[in-house]
């Protein structure tokens, strides 16, 4: 079972900061926080991940709780295509662990 | 560098035969996995391959199998197909387990 609730779905106006919200309030301390999201019919794509320090990169920041119970994923100019399903993940990095994928959150950029 | 790649990317096949889907990772990416995506059950792990090694499997029947080669192209096979196998097969690799980048996927449809 994933280890992680996200809502259902949001909506976000194109050009606007779009702030996913994630909670993994059962979060081990060996285990990271992943981001992936998925284009219709695409593959998963990754955007970041991360332990306890927040964490940028181009595509996105995540915000990380100091307890670590929940994350916001950051996308700070959203686009049309950003529309997509994102999946807030939580596992243990390196090693065989799989991903394990909830329902994730569909976020929908409105022009 | 070049990304995941599958093939093929669309199969059509009849229930009790068998089907063989490819995959050729990043270039020096070890580690494969391979999911399975259904409208009703998401994204389900199946197998993870590490130089030629399964080290992680999911809860699929034996009927679901998979190979690593010694330059890390893997393949997986479904035998006796049944109408319920129809999905979107994605491939991921890794670096050592790290964040995992996606193919983009194999549709199989069983008639």
Same mark, same amino acid.
């Given at each position: 079972?994933?280890?992680?609730?996200?809502?259902?779905?949001?909506?976000?106006?194109?050009?606007?900061?779009?702030?996913?919200?994630?909670?993994? #309030?059962?979060?081990?301390?060996?285990?990271?926080?992943?981001?992936?999201?998925?284009?219709?019919?695409?593959?998963?794509?990754?955007?970041?991940?991360?332990?306890?320090?927040?964490?940028?990169?181009?595509?996105? #920041?995540?915000?990380?709780?100091?307890?670590?119970?929940?994350?916001?994923?950051?996308?700070?100019?959203?686009?049309?295509?950003?529309?997509?399903?994102?999946?807030?993940?939580?596992?243990?990095?390196?090693?065989?662990?799989k991903?394990v994928f909830?329902?994730?959150?569909?976020?929908?950029?409105?022009? | 560098?070049?990304?995941?790649?599958?093939?093929?990317?669309?199969?059509?096949?009849?229930?009790?035969?068998q089907v063989?889907l490819?995959?050729?990772?990043?270039?020096?990416?070890?580690?494969?996995s391979w999911y399975q995506q259904t409208?009703g059950q998401g994204l389900q792990f199946l197998f993870e391959y590490?130089?030629?090694?399964q080290?992680n499997k999911g809860n699929f029947p034996g009927r679901f199998s998979g190979r690593?080669?010694?330059?890390?192209?893997?393949?997986m096979n479904v035998s006796t197909l049944e109408?319920g196998d129809s999905a979107l097969y994605l491939c991921?690799?890794?670096?050592?387990?790290?964040?995992?980048?996606?193919?983009?996927?194999?549709?199989l449809?069983v008639?």
């Open positions: 079972d994933a280890k992680t609730t996200q809502p259902t779905s949001m909506d976000c106006a194109e050009g606007r900061a779009a702030n996913l919200p994630c909670n993994h #309030s059962t979060i081990s301390g060996n285990e990271y926080v992943y981001w992936y999201r998925q284009i219709h019919s695409q593959g998963p794509q990754y955007i970041i991940h991360g332990l306890k320090n927040n964490e940028t990169n181009e595509m996105a #920041s995540l915000i990380i709780t100091e307890d670590r119970k929940s994350s916001t994923l950051i996308l700070p100019h959203a686009t049309l295509r950003d529309t997509a399903v994102y999946y807030c993940i939580v596992r243990v990095a390196g090693g065989s662990e991903l909830g329902k994730g959150m569909k976020l929908t950029v409105n022009p | 560098k070049a990304g995941v790649t599958q093939t093929p990317r669309y199969l059509i096949k009849t229930r009790g035969q063989t490819s995959c050729s990772p990043i270039s020096g990416h070890r580690s494969v409208p590490f130089s030629e090694t080290r690593q080669f010694s330059n890390s192209r893997s393949e109408l991921a690799s890794s670096w050592m387990g790290q964040e995992e980048y996606f193919g983009p996927g194999t549709r449809t008639t």
